[in-house]
């Protein structure tokens, strides 16, 4: 769908992504890392050990399979629909 949109008009991308049951609007292109901080936890490293993300695929939610104990995750870019818990 294309919207036309005035010249002197700005947009701000967002998207939803729920982190630890809560869904929160951010921008398009956060990371986990991002997320994590967003949803409360000042250190997202720290929560690794019992974290899990779950991406949108073919009408459902996805577990990623990641290693927990690298930090690689965290730079996982969001796309929106992305569930994130640590708890």
Do not use: Y
């Not at 769908?1 to 956060?30: A, E, H, Q």
């Not at 990623?64 to 629909?81: E, K, M, P, S, Y």
């Amino acid at each position: 769908m294309c919207v036309t949109i005035p010249k002197d008009v700005g947009v701000i991308s967002l998207i939803s992504v729920t982190v630890n049951g809560t869904d929160l609007f951010v921008s398009r292109g956060i990371q986990v890392f991002d997320a994590i901080r967003t949803g409360g936890e000042p250190v997202p490293s720290s929560v690794l050990p019992n974290l899990e993300v779950f991406k949108p695929w073919n009408g459902r939610l996805v577990a990623v399979a990641f290693d927990h104990t690298d930090d690689g995750i965290l730079r996982l870019v969001l796309q929106g629909g992305e569930m994130i818990s640590w708890h």
